[in-house]
Nanobody, 125 residues
Framework: QLHLVESGGGLVQPGGSLRLSCAPSGFTLGYYAYGWFRQAPGKEREGISCINSSGGSTNYADSVKGRFTISRDNAQNTIYLQMNSLKPEDTAVYYC??????????????????WGPGTQVTVSS
């Protein structure tokens, strides 16, 4: 199992920004690809973004494209999700996970055996 810990969530007004972080627990970023997911109340968890092992390829869900940016810093051993122009519909618990390939974000597969605690993002005035 590859454990990851998310942080950086909070309460922000519509139009605001947050940067989420995702750090491996007990291993280094290495050659893995990573995905960000979110789960809103009453809804299923959905994939929203991914980054490949080199950081040279990223994908986004249409709902966040142009507003969110995924990145990785191997020196800091951290994956980031910069979220700008936040909307109330972005309110959710955000999770990261090791994925096998960064392709279509809606159908990402990976190490989903043990999700981290997630980080709550609430967008409200």
């Amino acid at each position: 199992q590859l454990h990851l810990v998310e942080s950086g969530g909070g309460l922000v007004q519509p139009g605001g920004s947050l940067r989420l972080s995702c750090a491996p627990s007990g291993f280094t970023l290495g050659y893995y690809a990573y995905g960000w997911f979110r789960q809103a109340p009453g809804k299923e968890r959905e994939g929203i973004s991914c980054i490949n092992s080199s950081g040279g390829s990223t994908n986004y869900a249409d709902s966040v494209k142009g507003r969110f940016t995924i990145s990785r810093d191997n020196a800091q051993n951290t994956i980031y999700l910069q979220m700008n122009s936040l909307k109330p519909e972005d309110t959710a618990v955000y999770y990261c996970a090791v994925i096998w390939e960064c392709g279509a974000v809606a159908t990402m597969t990976g190490d989903f055996t043990s999700w981290g605690p997630g980080t709550q993002v609430t967008v409200s005035s």
